[in-house]
């Protein structure tokens, strides 16, 4: 169905819902790259006024791509829970971001996520200024577990990513002691491989599994491979404890990844059998980021914020421990500064948290992109008081084998120490003990020492 | 070496910013200042040129150059669908001088000419003697200004080649601004994915070698001969310490 609004004696006509959410959406260059953004801010802005007045309910007769064409669409449709739904099903998209600001707490929220498509988050986030969009997430509390626990109140998680250009695996080993030594790794301790190479996959998931068994840390390890190839090292025996998988939200840009909701389930199956998890079974890890489907050419038209809420749909079919927005690594094609970057980083975490997901992201950039680390440094801060569940822990902010800079591990002791979070309590009582909590000695802890000989 | 004791001592280790110490949490000023110097390198980087006629020169006589559609940096940076595209006269040219069932070679700017410019000749010399003595077809090489991966699909496809290695200068990171990829693509046409390549990466002066970094493409251009496919269902089983390859990685433009 169509759409109109009349702005200053103007009046602007929106083909579907699919053009009105692209209309309505903040400035970004990928947007602009693929032809969908409003040509003037009063067209945006009519945009947005009409999607303001949307009852939620249309969302469930109108899909912005077809049932019958697209897998995404068809989980999205056949898991919608009326009943969770119900008690927000009279509210327009307006009304719906009043009551999320307003009488919404953490418990009502839990309870709705089930009755949430991605396309009704992607569209209140599109009218919500960046207080609202910190505002909301904070009030959402999505906790899960595998070998510690994370995402409880007070906390902020870290994930160590010892990236080595060539895998060796004492230069990832000395990361790792760099990342314990300043408190990060109890989100996950996770690799991504320079080779996809499965003798390789496999040498770095024993490497890291030694490197945890040798200190007794309460954290989960992962090589972030492609699951094809993650199934190829469980079937060598090789110790897994989470599956990775960059993922989008759409059928296309998820083939264009090489995977598929069937191949997702095969290997969410084959990690749940090897029951590795020691306080939880959520064992899954999933990337993802703006961009990600117009870069594959699967995009059907639609804007890059509500496709990257469509791949939390598929993510959260799969029970993850961690889920991150990639969001300042696509490039800026997609997201062109800090001001896009900032934006979008923040409309992934609200996203994801109001549909139940235990979200993190990669506050990053690139060096093509107009960024700096004062930009990180905002996006730090304000998704920290945004309650994130995560972000990354890189040496010196600097990843020598992805090419691009992330959060540093003093990043992370900054932004645990000014918002006054602390690990997961697992971990944090690891750091006690090995008397790590409150500084980083100049000597090794002992157990440390031998371990690059 | 011997085993660390010292948090220092971990730099002997890696290349990585390990051991920075601190400042409170965050880092002291040298170490700040290091890399606000590296991200202004970087940043220029990205945005160096092509010497082209000089690089076709060091390749050797017959080398052919073309441009994509994106006429400038900005433009190639914000606009990577006309990167991937070559310009029609280019391609006329290309489809007026075929090389059917060849190995074609493509060197490309990318992100950053800087590697490129420098161990490209070094690196198309060792591909083309393992390429002969394979048994290959051997197609002109061609250099290709403000270029993506994917404009190899275009390249090979107006060539006729069964196959394309694409030389692409690797987005300049704040310890690699000369790094170089090279992506090879079966059968290479417009609207390959790039689950249908693979990829050996990072290839520089202190990261993998250019003979090991040859002597890996071979190995998978061997296997996407007997299987007739690259990507996802080509999987490096070639034994570790041969160099490192990727099929699809992470999520990037």
Redesign the interface.
Request: aromatic share 6%.
């Given at each position: 169905m169509s759409f109109a609004q009349t702005i200053g004696g103007t009046r602007h006509v929106f083909d579907d819902l699919r053009m009105l959410m692209a209309r309505a959406s903040p400035p970004r260059?990928g947007d602009m790259?693929a032809g969908l953004a409003a040509e003037s801010a009063a067209e945006r802005v009519a945009a947005q006024r009409a999607l303001a007045d949307l009852p939620l309910r249309h969302f469930l007769d109108e899909a912005v791509i077809p049932y019958e064409a697209d897998e995404v669409t068809r989980l999205i449709v056949d898991r919608h829970d009326a009943a969770a739904f119900a008690r927000i099903s009279h509210l327009t998209v307006g009304g719906f971001r009043d009551w999320l600001l307003g009488e919404a707490d953490g418990a009502a929220l839990a309870a709705l996520a089930p009755g949430l498509t991605p396309e009704m988050v992607a569209a209140v986030s599109k009218i919500c200024r960046l207080q609202d969009l910190v505002a909301i997430a904070a009030k959402c509390r999505v906790v899960t577990r595998f070998r510690n626990t994370l995402g409880l109140p007070g906390t902020l998680s870290i994930r160590l990513q010892?990236n080595?250009?060539?895998?060796?695996p004492?230069?990832?080993?000395?990361?790792i002691?760099?990342g314990l030594?300043?408190g990060a790794g109890d989100a996950v301790i996770g690799v991504?491989?320079?080779?996809?190479?499965?003798?390789?996959i496999c040498?770095l998931l024993a490497m890291l599994d030694g490197v945890r068994e040798r200190f007794a840390i309460p954290t989960q390890s992962c090589v972030?491979a492609?699951v094809?190839?993650t199934l190829?090292a469980i079937g060598r025996g090789a110790p897994v404890d989470l599956v990775f998988q960059?993922i989008?939200g759409t059928e296309g840009v998820n083939?264009?990844?090489?995977v598929s909701l069937a191949l997702l389930r095969e290997a969410h199956d084959a990690a749940l059998a090897l029951r590795r998890g020691s306080v939880g079974t959520d064992c899954m890890y999933f990337?993802?980021?703006q961009?990600?489907a117009l870069?594959?050419?699967a995009h059907h038209g639609c804007d890059q914020q509500t496709l990257e809420a469509r791949a939390y749909a598929v993510a959260r079919e799969f029970s993850p421990l961690l889920v991150n927005s990639?969001v300042g690594?696509?490039?800026?094609?997609?997201l062109?500064d800090g001001k896009q970057i900032t934006r979008a980083g923040l409309e992934d975490h609200m996203c994801g948290k109001l549909l139940g997901l235990p979200m993190g992201v990669d506050v990053c950039y690139?060096?093509?992109a107009e960024a700096?680390?004062d930009d990180m440094d905002a996006l730090l801060t304000l998704l920290g008081v945004a309650g994130v569940t995560y972000v990354m822990g890189?040496?010196?902010?600097?990843?020598?084998?992805?090419?691009?800079?992330s959060t540093?591990f003093?990043d992370g002791?900054?932004a645990r120490?000014v918002l006054g979070r602390r690990p997961a309590p697992e971990f944090a009582a690891w750091l006690d003990r090995m008397g790590l909590a409150e500084r980083?000695?100049?000597?090794?802890p002992a157990p440390?020492?031998?371990?690059?000989? | 070496?011997?085993?660390?004791?010292?948090?220092?001592?971990?730099?002997?280790?890696?290349?990585?910013?390990?051991?920075?110490g601190?400042a409170g949490?965050?880092?002291p000023t040298a170490?700040h200042l290091d890399?606000?110097e590296?991200?202004a390198r970087?940043?220029d980087?990205?945005w160096s040129e092509l010497d082209a006629p000089a690089l076709a020169a060091a390749i050797g006589p017959g080398t052919r150059r073309v441009a994509s559609r994106a006429a400038d940096r900005r433009t190639y940076?914000?606009?990577?669908?006309l990167g991937r595209r070559l310009r029609a006269e280019d391609r006329a040219a290309l489809v007026a001088a075929p090389a059917p069932g060849s190995f074609a070679i493509l060197v490309a700017d990318g992100?950053c000419a800087t590697g490129v410019q420098a161990q490209a000749p070094a690196l198309v010399a060792a591909l083309r003697a393992g390429l002969a003595g394979a048994g290959w077809a051997e197609a002109p090489v061609v250099v290709a200004c403000q270029a993506r991966v994917a404009l190899g699909d275009e390249v090979g496809e107006a060539l006729g080649a069964a196959a394309i290695a694409v030389l692409i200068g690797?987005?300049?990171?704040?310890?690699?601004l000369d790094?170089v990829g090279i992506y090879l693509t079966w059968a290479p046409r417009r609207?390959r994915?790039?689950?249908e390549r693979n990829c050996v990466?990072?290839i520089r002066p202190g990261?993998?070698e250019v003979p090991a970094a040859a002597r890996k493409l071979l190995w998978l251009a061997a296997a996407a001969r007997r299987l007739g496919e690259t990507?996802?269902g080509l999987?490096?089983?070639?034994?570790?310490g041969l160099?490192?390859?990727?099929?699809?990685?992470?999520?990037?433009?």
């Open positions: 260059s790259l010892p080595d250009p060539v895998d060796d004492k230069g990832v080993a000395a990361q002691l760099d030594l300043l991504n491989p320079a080779t996809d190479n499965v003798d390789n040498r972030l492609h094809t190839t190829l960059s989008g083939r264009s990844f090489g990337e993802t980021g961009g990600s870069s594959a050419d990639v690594f696509i490039g800026p094609e997609y062109f690139t060096n093509h700096d680390q890189v040496p010196g902010a600097d990843d020598t084998m992805l090419a691009y800079q540093s003093h002791l900054y120490a980083t000695p100049e000597l090794l440390m020492r031998g371990a690059l000989a | 070496m011997t085993a660390p004791t010292r948090w220092t001592d971990l730099r002997r280790f890696t290349g990585a910013r390990v051991a920075l601190r949490h965050a880092l170490a890399f606000q590296a991200h970087a940043r980087a990205v940076l914000l606009r990577p669908d992100l690797e987005r300049p990171g704040l310890s690699s790094s609207g994915t790039d689950a990466s990072n990261g993998l990507g996802v999987k490096d089983e070639e034994p570790v160099g490192a390859t990727q099929a699809a990685g992470r999520v990037e433009g």
